[in-house]
């Protein structure tokens, strides 16, 4: 008789995410993770199709937290939107850094990186245009995907948000 695993999908993102973070991007298989989860390799193949998508899965519903989070904190004051996204953009990359710093998981992700900037980008620059709309831009939609690009970019680089939150409080004057 077949044994039955309830939440087979859920268990499968937690344990791929917690081989990452022990192991890496090249240790972790798909064999490896059905072997920790006690399945086929089949059965894994039935939710995912490849370790990449398995990955991408994980990564994109914490992005999706993440976002909903950022959410949380909109105001018309820029210093609790503008620390609400550093602080909840830094979390994810806590969460995510031995993924992020995999020199075979950047290899491999290389690729796709500059389409998911954007993304990124334009969805930071979603949630920071209400904040702009006191500024003297002309183009207030470009104001919001530069301060996005800066927080994205800076946050990820390890800039202290006192830093940034002083120069982007400059731009939106």
Same mark, same amino acid.
């Given at each position: 008789m077949p044994k039955i695993i309830e939440n087979v999908r859920e268990l499968l993102l937690e344990t791929a995410k917690e081989q990452i973070r022990l192991q890496g991007y090249s240790k972790t298989t798909i064999r490896s993770v059905a072997s920790a989860c006690g399945l086929g390799v089949g059965t894994v193949y039935n939710y995912f199709k490849s370790k990449d998508m398995l990955i991408a899965t994980f990564i994109l519903e914490d992005w999706r937290e993440c976002l909903k989070e950022?959410?949380?904190?909109?105001s018309t004051e820029v210093e609790v939107v503008l620390k609400g996204i550093?602080? &909840? +953009?830094? &979390?994810f990359m806590q969460k995510h850094q031995a993924l992020?710093?995999?020199i075979? @998981?950047?290899k491999v992700f290389a690729t796709v990186f500059n389409e998911r900037h954007k993304q990124l980008r334009e969805q930071l620059a979603e949630?920071?245009?209400p904040i702009c709309?006191?500024?003297? @831009?002309?183009?207030?939609g470009f104001l919001a995907e530069f301060i996005a690009d800066a927080l994205l970019t800076?946050?990820? *680089?390890?800039?202290?948000? *006192? *830093? +940034?939150?002083?120069?982007?409080?400059?731009? +939106?004057?």
């Amino acid at each position: 008789m077949p044994k039955i695993i309830e939440n087979v999908r859920e268990l499968l993102l937690e344990t791929a995410k917690e081989q990452i973070r022990l192991q890496g991007y090249s240790k972790t298989t798909i064999r490896s993770v059905a072997s920790a989860c006690g399945l086929g390799v089949g059965t894994v193949y039935n939710y995912f199709k490849s370790k990449d998508m398995l990955i991408a899965t994980f990564i994109l519903e914490d992005w999706r937290e993440c976002l909903k989070e950022m959410k949380s904190h909109s105001s018309t004051e820029v210093e609790v939107v503008l620390k609400g996204i550093y602080l &909840s +953009l830094q &979390s994810f990359m806590q969460k995510h850094q031995a993924l992020f710093s995999d020199i075979d @998981a950047a290899k491999v992700f290389a690729t796709v990186f500059n389409e998911r900037h954007k993304q990124l980008r334009e969805q930071l620059a979603e949630i920071i245009l209400p904040i702009c709309d006191n500024s003297r @831009a002309e183009n207030k939609g470009f104001l919001a995907e530069f301060i996005a690009d800066a927080l994205l970019t800076w946050t990820v *680089e390890g800039k202290p948000f *006192e *830093e +940034l939150s002083s120069i982007i409080g400059l731009l +939106l004057k």
